[in-house]
């Protein structure tokens, strides 16, 4: 990776609208395919290898550095800045490298993830363009009527000069008010265009979509995941025990600890967290369960989330919902704050 390139995560986020999430552990937390968002994020920056990024969050911030630490576990340097106002994209982006010794900044989304970006790509394009901004978009067309679109998918490029164009001061953005401000100055604006998408955890309904898209993804590349044993389309944590008769139809992921009692079902794309109990005869379709949730015997789930410590009873029927007990907020954080054990 080239010299004098930093990162910095944007986490700092609106409220969705009412959710058990909100309530219980920030967005950049929830965990997708067993792992908290934010680690896909860290992950893709280590793999290109840049060394250090600066999360920008808002009051979150002490839960992020409970969970991160200063980056050990994802062999990357970690540091922080709390937006207090809140400044916007824009303005969380230049207060924090202001004091960053970095030419360029890679700009990611905290609710993305952005695995199949190439970043190396991205940064060359950058630099040849000789661009103040590159925003990389995906081309979508939404209707056969209709021209291709580029929407952003949420990583930018930022070259120092730029940040001179951010007021020192209120709520700035990079859409509305960065961008024609370049623009009237004359600076160059480059487009990065990718194939693949990056899917954007926003709310519990495009939870779904993120989950199905990482599962593919490790199903790529099973190899590359430590402890994981693949059956068919589903991989299984060595510590998980799966007992007779039990069908996978995949994508599922099973996570460590778990235990499948004897003909239970589980139909993909569903991913299953540690600790988790699913009892005889219960069927599990297209849905997500959280770590220490269980499912009683003969019990049906569809298109669901269980949160942590859920318990689904006996021959109960759940579809389309946000299952929950209620448990006190500071025992769910430090479940969600247990290291992930997928590599």
């Not at 990357?76 to 207060?95: K, N, Q, T, V, W």
């Amino acid at each position: 990776m080239s010299f004098g390139v930093h990162a910095i995560i944007l986490a700092g986020a609106h409220q969705w609208r009412p959710s058990v999430f909100e309530r219980w552990l920030p967005r950049t937390l929830v965990p997708i395919a067993n792992r908290p968002l934010i680690d896909y994020p860290l992950s893709w920056l280590r793999s290109a290898e840049l060394m250090h990024v600066r999360i920008c969050a808002n009051s979150d911030t002490h839960f992020l550095k409970q969970r991160l630490g200063h980056g050990a576990s994802h062999e990357i340097g970690i540091s922080f800045y709390e937006d207090h106002l809140p400044r916007g994209p824009a303005g969380c982006a230049a207060d924090a490298a202001r004091d960053m010794d970095a030419d360029t900044f890679v700009l990611v989304d905290g609710t993305i993830i952005p695995q199949s970006i190439h970043l190396p790509s991205v940064l060359e394009d950058h630099a040849s363009a000789g661009a103040a901004f590159t925003i990389v978009a995906h081309q979508t067309q939404q209707s056969t009527r209709m021209r291709p679109a580029l929407v952003p998918t949420g990583v930018y490029i930022c070259s120092r000069r730029a940040l001179r164009f951010i007021s020192t001061t209120g709520y700035q953005d990079i859409k509305e008010m960065l961008l024609p401000r370049l623009h009237d100055a004359g600076e160059a604006i480059a487009v990065h265009t990718v194939d693949s998408i990056a899917p954007r955890v926003s709310g519990a309904a495009t939870s779904f979509g993120a989950t199905a898209f990482v599962l593919s993804m490790m199903l790529e590349s099973p190899n590359e995941i430590s402890c994981y044993e693949r059956r068919s389309d589903a991989l299984v944590h060595d510590t998980a025990r799966i007992g007779d008769g039990v069908h996978m139809l995949g994508p599922v992921l099973i996570g460590a600890d778990t235990v499948v009692e004897d003909g239970a079902m589980i139909v993909g794309p569903t991913s299953i967290g540690e600790g988790c109990r699913i009892k005889r005869e219960s069927k599990i379709c297209r849905s997500i369960l959280w770590n220490a949730a269980a499912v009683g015997e003969s019990a049906y789930v569809d298109h669901s989330i269980l949160t942590f410590g859920s318990i689904v009873p006996a021959e109960a029927n759940i579809t389309r919902q946000i299952h929950y007990r209620s448990r006190s907020a500071g025992n769910l954080i430090r479940r969600a704050f247990r290291p992930s054990r997928i590599g």
